[in-house]
């Protein structure tokens, strides 16, 4: 299972519904996990490994060294709230690059959970933030839609320069977001 690198056509599609509680989706959700890991990231879209599905897979805890990954199945955000933070994001599919993005820092997502129960998880600060990165994915958004229109055009630079100097995944010109914010799951 490899990443899907943007500009890939994948990563603008949006993204199928699964069926709660299919059994297949247990081993997606495995090998999605393991690829996250190993390229430190904090959440990973199916559709960044080319499974057009609406799954994701994040851990957000990265103070804690036992891997604690959490799978939504057809997630969907509810609730959003707060004043929107400007803050840089960065993507297992777009390598050496971060790209600031305004989002509400807090959201409520409903998503059914690997045995096909219907669960809410709730997130700010870096959780919070992840989510609707994730969420994005599977409605074929990236960074560089997710941005200032502004914002796009030096993306899209850095990007291009990240590219031709062999950026691979996981790397980013600076942190995913500011690690002083600490995930709240309530
Ligand atoms: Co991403």
Redesign the pocket.
């Known amino acids: 299972m490899k990443i899907v690198l943007s500009p890939d056509p994948t990563l603008r599609q949006v993204a199928e519904p699964c069926t709660p509680g299919d059994p297949a989706l247990k081993k997606l959700a495995t090998k999605m996990a393991k690829v996250m890991y190993k390229n430190d990231g904090v959440?990973l879209?199916a559709p960044?490994v080319g499974v057009l599905k609406r799954i994701i897979v994040v851990d957000c805890d990265i103070e804690n060294d036992e891997p604690t990954p959490i799978t939504l199945v057809n997630p969907q955000i509810v609730e959003s709230s707060g004043e929107p933070e400007k803050e840089n994001e960065g993507?297992?599919?777009?390598p050496g690059i971060s790209v600031p993005v305004t989002r509400p820092p807090f959201v409520k997502v409903g998503y059914y959970d690997l045995d096909g129960n219907e669960c809410t998880i709730e997130g700010d600060g870096l959780l919070g933030r992840c989510l609707q990165?994730?969420i994005d994915?599977l409605d074929g958004r990236?960074?560089f839609e997710s941005c200032d229109p502004l914002d796009r055009i030096q993306a899209l630079r850095d990007y291009d320069a990240a590219l031709a100097a062999g950026a691979k995944p996981g790397q980013t010109s600076s942190p995913i977001a500011e690690t002083d914010k600490m995930p709240q799951v309530r």
């Open positions: 959440g879209a960044q993507c297992l599919s777009c990165h994730e994915h990236t960074l």
